[in-house]
């Protein structure tokens, strides 16, 4: 089944021998999925998220949020702050600035806005989250959908179910077989060819995240998007997508963005020394470069 939440589309997709009980299951892993994105979700004006970025606080925030801050802050200290959930300033000038006059922002205007990103800003303090900076506003669609991904692949898990399949916009986690005894098999798209497949993966529990250059671009030769460098104020210029493999979606999920953002050379580096980690980049040239693994 396929729903639309967290601004993507999510599906589920189980196997069991008792259709009342794969359907109860589906429907409580949506239920938890809608109760997460009410905690998460930027696109929805009434989620905690959104309240901490229209006041700069929240308190008494929930258990999640303040854990989905916690491992964001873990991750830009490991992509040293390449992968920043305070970009959020950046991003809305660009999809501003594109819809407004089609063109690129101002220098002055990124200098603007770079003022107000940084995650040495985001103050954690029990269960209160304050923004210091006047006008930040965080960003957790690079790391939110991994999470409720392998929420709710152990939701499915905690029922019995050993056939799973939850992805969301691109990012899955894998359980088990298909209904055949096969492994599952996952396309990586095209960056360039939309309706074709790079590479075909055969995995099973496996978790994995895609991120690319051609998700949401502001210009058709995908020179600007929706991936910025949170501590230069552009588009990185040279990874068209990032596929990664990693031992929960959350984590693929994270370094998946942030491989755009530190290009090839930096990103395999790093990931040759994560334990469990492997990844399939892919350049501007749709040149692919992939870990050792």
Not at 16 to 25: P, R, S, V
Not at 76 to 101: I, K, W, Y
Not at 185 to 212: M, W
Request: with cysteine; charged share 20%; net charge negative.
């Amino acid at each position: 089944e396929t729903r639309e939440l967290l601004g993507t589309f999510i599906t589920i997709k189980l196997i069991d021998t008792e259709t009342k009980h794969a359907k109860g299951a589906i429907e409580d892993a949506f239920s938890e999925i809608k109760r997460l994105s009410l905690i998460l979700s930027r696109h929805d004006p009434a989620s905690e998220l959104a309240i901490l970025n229209t006041t700069g606080t929240i308190a008494n925030a929930s258990p999640e949020l303040v854990g989905v801050v916690q491992k964001a802050l873990a991750f830009c200290d490991l992509t040293r702050g390449a992968f920043d959930v305070s970009v959020l300033p950046l991003l809305t000038l660009f999809a501003n600035s594109f819809a407004d006059g089609g063109e690129a922002p101002s220098e002055k205007s990124v200098d603007a806005a770079l003022e107000k990103v940084g995650s040495r800003f985001i103050e954690l303090n029990d269960r209160t989250i304050s923004l210091a900076a006047p006008g930040m506003g965080l960003t957790l669609d690079g790391i939110a959908k991994g999470y409720v991904i392998d929420q709710a692949a152990a939701l499915l898990r905690a029922r019995g179910l050993t056939q799973v399949l939850v992805e969301a916009g691109g990012d899955m986690a894998l359980r088990g077989m298909r209904e055949d005894g096969e492994p599952w098999k996952i396309g990586v798209t095209h960056p360039r060819a939309l309706a074709g497949y790079f590479e075909v993966l055969q995995t099973s529990n496996d978790c994995l995240a895609t991120s690319g250059d051609y998700e949401n671009a502001f210009t058709p030769d995908y020179s600007w998007h929706h991936i910025i460098d949170p501590r230069l104020g552009h588009s990185p210029r040279e990874v068209a997508s990032a596929t990664v493999l990693a031992p929960d979606t959350t984590y693929a999920d994270a370094l998946a963005t942030a491989a755009v953002v530190m290009g090839i050379s930096e990103s395999l580096a790093l990931f040759e020394t994560l334990p469990g980690v492997q990844a399939l980049l892919i350049n501007k040239e749709m040149k692919s470069f992939a870990t050792s693994g």
